[in-house]
């Protein structure tokens, strides 16, 4: 069983040094181009820090173009802290990919406003969105690399961990393009348009009861904040949410700390797979709350959710502790299951992880793109 050990830190594993290149030196040059993962990346890598063509001799008195960013060397520290056994269930891979679209989420297309380009939540009022709860710890990973590569910006090594995270578990490989650029100060909440609130809870619009199949009351209304509130907002369709959801919530856990919901969505949660769509439709789901004590009692006190909150689990009252592994699944996840719109979706999912990994590898591309400008 899981210890879930929360948010109280944990050292991340250091590699030797990486290697800086110079622009100016042909040979480091060269190196560069071979260590790029591809052509486009480096390619890429041109565009956003500063084209090498740019650089001019040491004689001449032109402003420096700013540092080029190593990015495979920047990848490989990546890779190298991934795996941490203080963390969790032993990995990186979850939080950071949480911190990815948390900060590619707040998207509004009518306004152009939000989303990774920026990198808002190192100010205050980003951060402080209950939505944001338990991001600090992945920020705080990352500064030791952001220390040791400071040209990349935060809000391009935010989007490559969780892309680094994503490949390291199985998931899929997506390629990186660099070019976001950190905002100086919090004077983006004047920008046109920008507003607060716009990243999903997980029980939003909902009532007390609970309906003659257990699907509690205002679920379509909760199912409507997803869909137009935050998803359509953003420009996604119905696949591409269910998509998300289903390579989002394979992995890591809700921590009672943090958001107040609490436990894993799988048996396996540091590992790319389509456990999450294909338990949602073949297991057993009830719902809980904090007064259900019960679950500590049959070995599930890690599905106890904080008081006030309500969530699923696949365990029942007076079942014997160990019948399944613990899982949970929040109410907005359910909603995968009751829409009409979203079902026919999560039925392929749970049927192809091949399909899930393609569709969820393209989606969370235009996730973390989107407002960025490329
Ligand atoms: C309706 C939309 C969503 C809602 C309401 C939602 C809600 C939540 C909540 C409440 C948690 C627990 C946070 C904690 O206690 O630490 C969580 C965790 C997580 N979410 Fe979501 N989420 C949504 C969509 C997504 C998407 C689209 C992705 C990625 C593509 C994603 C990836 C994750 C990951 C990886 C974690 C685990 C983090 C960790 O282990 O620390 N979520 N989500």
Redesign the pocket.
């Known amino acids: 069983m899981h210890g879930g050990k929360g948010f109280g830190g944990g050292e991340a594993t250091r590699d030797p040094g990486p290697t800086y290149y110079d622009p100016n030196d042909p040979k480091g040059k060269q190196q560069a181009i071979h260590k790029a993962e591809s052509f486009a990346e480096y390619l890429a890598k041109r565009g956003s820090a500063g084209s090498w063509s740019a650089v001019v001799s040491p004689r001449s008195r032109a402003v420096a173009s700013p540092p080029a960013v190593d990015y495979a060397a920047v990848r490989k520290e990546l890779k190298l802290m991934m795996d941490n056994p203080s963390w ?1 269930d032993g990995s990186l891979a ?2 950071f ?2 911190l990815a ?1 948390h900060s590619s ?1 707040t998207f509004d297309k009518a306004s152009g406003t939000g989303g990774s380009n920026g990198a808002g939540m190192r100010f205050s009022t980003e951060a402080a969105d209950p ?1 944001n ?2 991001l600090n710890a992945a920020r705080a990973f990352l500064e030791p690399v952001k220390k040791r590569f400071p040209a990349i910006s935060y809000s391009d090594l935010w989007v490559l961990a969780a892309y680094v995270g994503l490949e390291h578990t199985g998931g899929p490989a997506i390629q990186f393009h660099p070019g976001r650029s950190d905002h100086q100060d919090e004077n983006y909440w004047k920008e046109k348009g920008m507003s607060y609130g716009r990243l ?3 029980e939003k619009y909902l009532g007390d009861e609970v309906d003659a199949e257990g699907r509690v009351v205002g679920w379509e209304r909760l199912s409507n904040h ?1 869909r137009h509130e ?1 998803f359509y907002r953003m420009g996604f369709n119905d696949q591409e949410i269910v998509a ?2 289903c ?3 394979v ?6 700390k ?4 609490a436990g894993p969505w799988v048996e396996n ?1 540091t590992v790319f797979s389509n456990e999450y769509a294909a338990d949602m439709i073949e297991d057993e789901w009830f719902l809980v709350g904090h007064e259900d004590t019960w679950l500590d009692e049959q070995g599930a006190a890690e599905l106890r959710p904080a008081l006030g909150k309500r969530q699923y689990v696949n365990q029942k009252r007076g079942g014997q502790a160990g019948d399944h592994p613990n899982q949970m699944m ?1 109410v ?1 996840d359910m909603i995968l299951a009751w829409d009409p719109g979203f079902r026919p979706h999560l039925e392929v999912y749970a049927q192809s992880e091949e399909r899930l990994k393609e569709d ?1 590898g393209k989606a ?1 591309k235009k ?1 973390t793109e989107l407002g960025c400008g490329f």
């Open positions: 969790d979850p939080i990919i949480r679209w989420g939505e709860a338990g999903p809870a997980a997803v935050v998300l959801l390579g989002g919530h992995y890591g856990r809700a921590h009672p943090a958001s107040g919901y949660p929040l907005s969820f969370f996730l």
